[in-house]
């Protein structure tokens, strides 16, 4: 079967064609939120607190198989005594054997006017030993429904509690 100068020519108009149609789909508008959470980890006011783990080991934040709970408030600046918008809350798990690697389902619970009602979903795998940890934002609700995009955590400050910055780049169609 003989190529024809038209085959050719039709070809690459269907191609170009497909090419623009594809390049030219919207691309859901992208925003950034800048939040913290201060996270507590001893004390009366502990914020986040082991509940389970292997029997005969420590239950702690490095110790294979152990289960944390976290309900942590989530401010507008690094200050405890700033603006409180919501609560993060959700349960890390320690998944590796050295330790190094906790799988996070977090939940963004917003109590802000802004926000009021809406929530972001977070999951993944977070090496704690990073300083920048990356995890997915898988969805949400209320104005943050369908989102998807990526959020990054920072520990900033470790005194009496961890002071989190939590980046979050969005998508949302």
Avoid at 62 to 67: A, D, L, P, Q
Avoid at 127 to 139: I, K, T, W
Avoid at 140 to 145: D, K, L, Q, V
Avoid at 150 to 173: G, H, K
């Amino acid at each position: 079967m003989a190529t024809t100068p038209i085959k050719i020519i039709s070809y690459s108009i269907l191609l170009f064609i497909t090419i623009n149609i594809a390049n030219g789909k919207a691309q859901p508008p992208q925003s950034t939120l800048v939040f913290y959470l201060q996270d507590v980890r001893k004390g009366p006011k502990a914020t986040v607190s082991p509940i389970i783990g292997i029997n005969g080991k420590v239950w702690s934040y490095n110790t294979f198989g152990t289960i944390l709970v976290v309900d942590d408030p989530i401010t507008i600046s690094p200050s405890s005594y700033s603006t409180q918008i919501g609560r993060a809350q959700g349960i890390i798990t320690v998944t590796s054997q050295d330790g190094t690697n906790v799988n996070i389902v977090l939940s963004l619970v917003f109590n802000s006017a802004q926000y009021t009602s809406s929530t972001l979903e977070i999951q993944g795998t977070s090496c704690q030993r990073d300083n920048l940890r990356e995890l997915g934002v898988v969805s949400g609700t209320g104005r943050f429904r369908f989102a998807r995009g990526f959020a990054v955590f920072e520990t900033i400050s470790t005194y009496s509690q961890s002071v989190i910055r939590l980046t979050v780049t969005l998508a949302i169609p």
